[in-house]
């Protein structure tokens, strides 16, 4: 079986178990990026081919350990490298397509996590000011998109999932129908975030809630991509990301009420532990 055919197989089982499509796309990059070294090595890409021996050279090689730009990826990013290969050719184990595993002598590296990074009182002003100053329909919409995730804290996937008739604006209510682990949940608005939601929504009753101009959906790297070019603007630290906002409603709302388990509730965590 060719990598390919492999991987197609691993990402049509990795639906099946109901997993997000951010973790299926991961998986894509990452196999993928193995699936062009081994053709640039001039490697068979039959996976019963392939050793550990393989899978230690490539995660030695510029291809796993940068990025597209050229830069370092991080420990992190590195070992998130090593557990979608180890997925991968587990499956490939499990599923009868190879006699023995030759991930199984990969290990994560011991790093610790570096510190979420929130946006202070400040930065969340300059962030939706500069927002707010732009004219034109993509940044109106970036502003009700940010000012939506920094107010709830909701993750970025679930946001873009909106359709309008999610949101109940006289309830003040927002039900969230994609969440990590395919839940649903209902989130509550602020009145500013209520009347800003109402503006933006204005004549507009069905369909997507963030769409691009032409109207169709917009994705998560097209909403990675706004917010960085919105952070420059605001002169806020490259560090800050969507996820960023999610961190920040956390903080904030733990300073507020020193209650964890308040946190854990608004942030739909399974576990406290994840708080």
């Not at 000011?129 to 707010?132: D, F, I, K, Q, Y």
């Given at each position: 079986m060719q990598l390919q055919d492999a991987l197609a197989s691993?990402?049509?089982?990795l639906r099946?178990?109901?997993?997000?499509?951010?973790?299926?796309r991961q998986y894509q990059r990452h196999v993928?990026?193995?699936?062009?070294?081994?053709?640039?090595?001039?490697?068979?890409?039959?996976?019963?081919?392939?050793?550990?021996?393989?899978?230690?050279?490539?995660l030695t090689t510029p291809e796993a350990t940068h990025r597209t730009d050229g830069k370092a990826k991080t420990a992190g990013s590195m070992n998130a490298l090593r557990s979608s290969l180890k997925g991968f050719f587990g499956y490939l184990h499990k599923a009868g397509h190879l006699t023995n595993d030759p991930s199984r002598l990969i290990r994560r590296a011991i790093c610790g996590d570096a510190p979420p990074q929130h946006l202070k009182g400040t930065e969340q002003e300059r962030l939706l000011?500069?927002?707010?100053k732009t004219e034109g329909f993509e940044a109106m919409r970036d502003h009700a998109l940010f000012?939506?995730?920094?107010?709830?804290?909701?993750?970025?996937?679930?946001?873009?999932?909106?359709?309008?008739?999610?949101?109940?604006?006289?309830?003040?209510?927002?039900?969230?129908?994609?969440?990590?682990?395919?839940?649903?949940?209902?989130?509550?608005l602020s009145k500013s975030l209520e009347n800003h939601l109402r503006i933006f929504l204005a004549g507009k009753y069905d369909g997507s809630v963030f769409t691009t101009t032409t109207g169709t959906r917009i994705c998560?790297?097209?909403?990675?991509?706004?917010?960085?070019?919105?952070?420059?603007?605001?002169?806020?630290?490259?560090?800050?990301?969507?996820?960023?906002?999610?961190?920040?409603?956390?903080?904030?709302?733990?300073?507020?009420t020193e209650d964890v388990l308040l946190v854990k509730e608004a942030l739909?965590?399974?576990?406290?532990?994840s708080t």
């Open positions: 691993y990402l049509a089982q099946a178990d109901g997993r997000s499509e951010h973790t299926v993928g990026s193995l699936a062009r070294w081994a053709t640039q090595k001039g490697h068979s890409g039959d996976v019963i081919a392939i050793g550990h021996e393989d899978l230690a050279g490539f000011n500069t927002l707010a000012h939506l995730m920094l107010a709830t804290g909701i993750r970025l996937g679930a946001a873009l999932a909106l359709d309008v008739g999610d949101i109940d604006l006289d309830a003040g209510e927002v039900l969230l129908r994609k969440t990590k682990g395919n839940g649903s949940r209902t989130v509550f998560h790297r097209q909403a990675q991509r706004r917010f960085a070019q919105w952070r420059d603007l605001a002169g806020l630290s490259k560090r800050l990301h969507p996820h960023s906002l999610r961190h920040t409603f956390a903080t904030d709302l733990y300073r507020r739909g965590h399974r576990s406290v532990a």
